[in-house]
Nanobody, 122 residues
């Protein structure tokens, strides 16, 4: 059974930083895309970032320059370093995996984590 488990969420003040982690189990994703989505209350889930097997990176315009995605294939993990956080970044953040990073960018995901809450206070 494939599982994606996120960690690292929490409460932070505006301007602060958080690092999200996601560990996958049940299969390897070293040849696939992995990434992050988020969903704020009353909104649809939206793409945040994705990374390909060869480290091509994609970002939503709203997080470009503030967030950095990375992965460790040996550990089957993906990370999201979030800097200069804003109150509008408040959301549940979901780890995702799919065929390719480009597919993730188009919200074509095969696996989802359960989500981790990120709250940014003003």
């Amino acid at each position: 059974q494939v599982q994606l488990v996120e960690s690292g969420g929490g409460l932070v003040q505006a301007g602060g930083s958080l690092r999200l982690s996601c560990v996958a189990s049940g299969r390897t994703f070293r040849n696939n895309g992995m990434g992050w989505f988020r969903q704020a209350p009353g909104t649809e889930r939206e793409f945040v970032s994705a990374i390909s097997w060869r480290d091509d990176r994609y970002y939503a315009d709203s997080v470009q320059g503030r967030f950095t995605i990375s992965r460790d294939n040996a550990k089957n993990m993906v990370y999201l370093q979030m800097n200069s956080l804003k109150p509008e970044d408040t959301a549940v953040y979901y780890c995702a995996a799919g065929d390719t990073a480009w597919a993730l960018k188009r919200s074509k995901c095969d696996y989802w984590g359960q989500g981790t809450q990120v709250t940014v206070s003003s």
